[in-house]
């Protein structure tokens, strides 16, 4: 199998704060990584893909200022959310790719962020 | 641009049903097809995963189907158990573009009634 863990499991901060998520592959290298938010009730919507040592590809509709992606290893890639609103809580769900390009992704167990 | 949906939304079922859940997707060039069950406030769990050149794969009690000319996919629980619960995610690989993605169902919620 293949273990991803996410830090913290729940966070809660004050409007106007940044807020900093870890996703770390424990047992493998993940050259990309991918960053997701899912609102209550609703499915899973890609932000962002991570690549391992360079700048992450972000979709449609998310600030890449806002939502800042660092993937510094092939173990480890952070999520910052800047200047956090209360619409910004949500549950955030990495996931790693095993075998690069094959679309094995192993997902983290979320992150709750409450922005209050 | 790929739309993936499925039916139903919710679905609640006697223990020991058999049941179907429903997967389509609107562009037929996906690498593979995954199934992921998901716990309230948890990550997801890792299923089922289809290639694009397989028809079915099966695990345990269940069993998920391909047809890409169609656009569908199936998965199929047998002999469901309360612990079956949860929301079963369907989500469509795609490569090419600028990055490959999956692209998730909007999920169907099962509750099976002890």
């Known amino acids: 199998g293949a273990v991803v863990s996410q830090h913290p499991s729940w966070v809660i901060c004050k409007s106007g704060t940044s807020v900093k998520i870890e996703c770390r592959s424990l047992d493998f290298q993940a050259t990309t990584m991918f960053w997701y938010r899912q609102f209550p009730k609703q499915s899973l919507m890609l932000m962002a893909t991570?690549?391992?040592?360079?700048?992450?590809?972000?979709e449609q509709g998310v600030e890449k200022d806002k939502f800042l992606i660092n993937h510094a290893s092939l173990t480890l890639s952070t999520l910052t959310v800047t200047s956090a609103h209360p619409e910004d809580s949500s549950f955030y769900i990495c996931?790693?790719?095993?075998?690069?390009?094959?679309?094995?992704?192993?997902f983290g167990p979320g992150t709750r962020l409450t922005v209050t | 641009k790929q739309e993936v949906t499925q039916i139903p939304a919710a679905l609640s079922v006697p223990e020991g049903e058999n049941l179907v859940l429903n997967c389509s997707f609107t562009?037929?060039?996906?690498?593979?097809l995954q199934w992921f069950r998901q716990d309230p406030g948890k990550g997801l769990t890792s299923l089922l995963l289809i290639q694009s050149s397989q028809r079915e794969q099966t695990s345990g009690r269940l069993n998920a189907s391909l047809d890409k000319s169609s656009g569908r996919s199936t998965l199929y629980i047998a002999a469901s158990q309360p612990g079956d619960s949860a929301t079963y995610l369907c989500?469509?690989?795609?490569?090419?573009?600028?990055?490959?993605?999956?692209?998730f169902g909007t999920g169907t919620l099962l509750a099976v009634q002890p």
């Open positions: 989500a469509a690989f795609l490569i090419g573009g600028a990055t490959n993605k999956l692209i």
């Open positions: 991570s690549n391992e040592g360079s700048k992450a590809t972000y």
């Open positions: 996931s790693c790719e095993k075998g690069q390009g094959r679309g094995e992704q192993y």
């Open positions: 562009d037929s060039a996906i690498y593979n």
